[in-house]
């Protein structure tokens, strides 16, 4: 498997631009989570979905901020409009079902750094 | 809600033992991960303990975990330059499988030669 591939890596914008932010989580995987990384926060947990079905998306900070996963393979999150600081990295992890045996490990995309100017 | 707590940098010198240490807040975590985050990459799990055990081995890893003072250690054993990167400590929020990691904010290790 080629692990959870996200894009873009890079997105460099303007501030009142709409951003869509993709993911593809290892196949089999039913846990989705979008991370965000800055220097000042740390890493948050933004949103996260089972089966497609959002379970907790307390950590989004705004309305400016959604997500979908319309099935299984793929998951967005977008920002609109967007701001100067919503610039951070911006992750997707996924995780194979909960059941015996499961540790709970999560596997990490590379990242998608936004710059919003 | 659940916490958790990381020194922000260290700095070894090359064949030297590393300690990052960890606290959190959630006694009810089954268990406690330490990730690995390289420059310009994502997270990766470096190794885990349950939490019904105190110590865990892993060639140059050793996981320490006090139960009773909530705290959790990693030691790289002759640490290498390779070694540097961030490392995070995490618990799973609420116990049992949720899903969900409550992640620490990052320890930077920096290995000089």
């Known amino acids: 498997d080629a692990g959870v591939i996200q894009s873009p890596r890079h997105e460099v914008t303007e501030m009142g631009q709409e951003v869509t932010l993709r993911c593809k989580p290892i196949?089999?995987?039913?846990?989705l989570f979008w991370y965000r990384q800055t220097m000042m926060r740390g890493l948050e947990l933004l949103i996260y979905?089972?089966?497609?079905?959002?379970?907790?998306d307390s950590g989004m900070p705004e309305d400016r901020f959604s997500a979908k996963m319309p099935n299984a393979s793929f998951s967005t999150l977008k920002i609109q409009p967007s701001e100067p600081r919503d610039s951070a990295v911006y992750f997707c992890?996924?995780?194979?079902?909960?059941?015996?045996?499961?540790?709970?490990?999560?596997?990490f995309g590379e990242g998608s750094r936004l710059t919003v100017l | 809600g659940e916490d958790v707590e990381q020194s922000l940098f260290l700095s070894v010198r090359e064949g030297d033992s590393s300690v990052i240490n960890c606290t959190y807040t959630d006694s009810s975590s089954t268990y406690l991960y330490w990730y690995k985050q390289e420059p310009g990459a994502g997270l990766q799990l470096l190794t885990y303990i349950f939490s019904n055990m105190d110590m865990k081995q892993d060639q140059r890893l050793t996981v320490l975990l006090n139960k009773k003072d909530k705290h959790l250690s990693l030691r790289i054993a002759d640490t290498q330059t390779g070694d540097s990167a961030i490392y995070f400590c995490?618990?799973?929020?609420?116990?049992?499988?949720?899903?969900?990691?409550?992640f620490g904010q990052g320890t930077t290790l920096q290995v000089k030669p």
């Open positions: 979905f089972n089966n497609n079905v959002p379970i907790d």
């Open positions: 196949s089999g995987h039913d846990y």
């Open positions: 992890a996924s995780a194979p079902p909960a059941q015996g045996g499961n540790t709970g490990e999560l596997f």
């Open positions: 995490a618990e799973m929020e609420g116990g049992g499988n949720t899903g969900k990691l409550i």
